[in-house]
């Protein structure tokens, strides 16, 4: 696929998770959960994760801190200071909950002139998942959807990232800006 462009973008500002409504959103559009002429829920493919996208980064939030949140809550003397849900938590704040990462391959005219290679994406996206993870290891994927309804094949991946070594409340802790740095991207 010589000649071929590549763009990635990552949720910041405007298009940053940071409610369980802007989290809801995003499975909205990355699913297909709305009826649009233009858009087929027939031609997403589900790399990881399920069709429900808030209940799995539900269960990253419990898999990565229910440990931490649970030594948290131990050390407390005062109970109106204990977290019942840290994915509740993290949710009532302004602050980024998940980030999603747009991964592209190719432009419209590349699509245009090349259609027939679309049969190749999924196995492609699968590739460059692992290989996101590899790069990411504290960028935990709940999420991986490829879109092959547009007119450029994409991937859209929802995850959590994850920041350890806290002093102050959580031992780990949701931070875009931990795992995302100058150096890392």
């Not at 204990?82 to 509740?88: A, L, M, N, T, W």
Request: net charge positive; glycine share 6%; hydrophobic share 35%.
């Amino acid at each position: 696929m010589a000649g071929m462009s590549f763009s990635a973008h990552i949720s910041q500002k405007k298009s940053g998770i940071t409610s369980k409504t802007k989290l809801e959103g995003v499975a909205k559009h990355n699913l297909r959960k709305y009826k649009s002429g233009d858009y087929s829920a027939n031609n997403i493919v589900v790399l990881q994760g399920t069709h429900n996208l808030v209940r799995d980064v539900k269960t990253v939030y419990h898999q990565i801190f229910d440990d931490s949140l649970k030594a948290y809550n131990e050390r407390q003397k005062r109970e109106d200071r204990k977290i019942p849900d840290y994915f509740e938590h993290v949710a009532n704040k302004e602050q980024d909950m998940a980030v999603e990462i747009i991964i592209q391959l190719g432009d419209r005219e590349y699509w245009k002139e090349n259609e027939f290679n679309k049969i190749y994406m999924k196995r492609i996206y699968g590739c460059l998942l692992d290989e996101l993870k590899r790069l990411f290891p504290n960028f935990i994927v709940a999420n991986a959807v490829v879109h092959l309804d547009e007119d450029s094949p994409h991937m859209h991946v929802v995850g959590v990232p994850v920041a350890y070594g806290y002093t102050r409340g959580l031992s780990k802790q949701v931070s875009k800006r931990w795992v995302f740095t100058p150096e890392t991207l």
